[in-house]
């Protein structure tokens, strides 16, 4: 397994079938009254957050407790970064402390990439300026699958700020490397030239896009990260590309509606529609610990190092679309027994 989570560019399609198929484990411990098992006990995440956020690093907090790992969340009020310290000062000094994790937002693309070369510790990129967020493309993919079982042919259209989204980018090299076809779409202003390198589509007509879709992925508008004026008022963007019940009413009936959140209700979707039964949006959010504790599982020792005194044992996948076995060292420590099998038996 990778050592830094970087970019999605980093994953084989096998890749991420195989931290797909360990969160559907995970995904089960979710759902037991003591939430925790041992796997990571005695390893420490640090959580270095320099921008906002409620999703991400609750979720990266949680999937790491729920391992039993030790946990420092960071955040810059109330640091030595308040005094000027410098972000590599910061790194060693936490690294200095025993990390072997770091988890890192930052608002300058690249950063990520930079830590990576300080620390001896495995970096997580949990968004990187208008870069990247590799986890929440995961954990999308996570919820497609969930529902559709495959990634063949899934018609994805990823609606509004993709220029400033590093959700769209890495959703984009997600959904294609899976097999999917994504088509970005939004005004013209708020399409960056260099995405259909991506491998994507472009369109700047959702209502002709909606009737032959499989998931509506609407994206934040980002007004903070907006330096000029991109459409003429927020009225003429929701007119144009807001995500509206009459909108919802055009797409087939299976057709999911995602959103990475934080939402602008009333801007790029309808608070009416994002509270649907097809808006999969708080499934997300769930999801989102799931796939971070199958990544920090797999990047900290559950690929290869055996985790608290645990037989190797294979498991079988639950995931239709995955392997028909994984062979994990460890996961007995993560797994109920009745889903922990001896290698012998074949996956069922
Ligand atoms: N989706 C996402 O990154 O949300 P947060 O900014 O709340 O972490």
Redesign the pocket.
Known sequence: MIKHLLSINQLSREDVNRILDTAESFREVGTRVIKKVPALRGRTVVNLFF???????I?FELAAKRLSADVINFSTGGSSVAKGESLKDTALTLQAMGADAIVI?HASSGAPYTLSRWVPASVLN??DGTHE?PT?ALLDLFTIREHFEHFDGLRTAIVGDVRHSR?ARSLSLAMTKMGGEVTLVGPPTLIPPEAPGWGVRVSHDLDALLPSLDVCYVLRVQRERQRQQFFPSVREYSRLYGLTRARVDRLPEPALIMH???MNRGVEIASDVADLPRAVITDQVTNGIAVRMSLLYLMLGGDGTRVAGAPEVRVASRAPSGPAVEVLEGAQAILPETEAVPAEVPGA
């Open positions: 921008e906002n956020s409620t999703r991400t690093r979720s937002r949990a968004g967020h929440q959700v990475p959140g934080p």
